[in-house]
């Protein structure tokens, strides 16, 4: 029998693997001809909650929790997009937060 903390993790690392699946997507199709990877692009930036449970088999109200126990992690982020979900509210789209690396002056020098 599995706890609620487990069930928890689970649906994080789920998540997680999700969002990662959509970035390598993202990538390949940038291998598509011109006019197919910018709409194509556009289409995988991201994943609402309700995207998400829905590609999971989950319910929204289990992942909802989740991504915001993963974005105070630093895991995700709300890209500042908003798209309307089943509802017709209008609802965050996440990424995989992914910091880019920065150099100081004094590591080039």
């Known amino acids: ?3 609620g903390v487990g069930r928890s993790a689970i ?3 789920r998540i997680i693997t999700l969002l990662r ?6 990538i390949n199709i ?5 006019l197919t990877a910018p709409f194509a692009r556009r289409l995988l930036r991201g994943l609402t909650a309700d995207e998400i449970a829905h590609q999971l088999g989950e319910s929204a109200l289990a992942i909802r ?9 630093n ?4 890209t500042g997009e ?7 509210k209008w609802a965050a789209v996440w ?3 992914e910091p880019v690396a920065t150099t100081s002056v004094e590591e080039v020098a």
Do not use: C, F, H, W
């Open 30 to 34: 940038g291998r598509l001809p011109e």
């Open 11 to 13: 649906i994080k690392q």
């Open 1 to 3: 029998m599995s706890t």
């Open 65 to 73: 929790p989740r991504l915001t126990e993963l974005k105070q992690t």
């Open 95 to 97: 990424e995989i937060y």
């Open 82 to 88: 908003r798209r309307q979900n089943e509802t017709g």
């Open 75 to 78: 895991r995700v982020i709300a």
């Open 21 to 26: 699946q959509q970035e390598i997507d993202r």
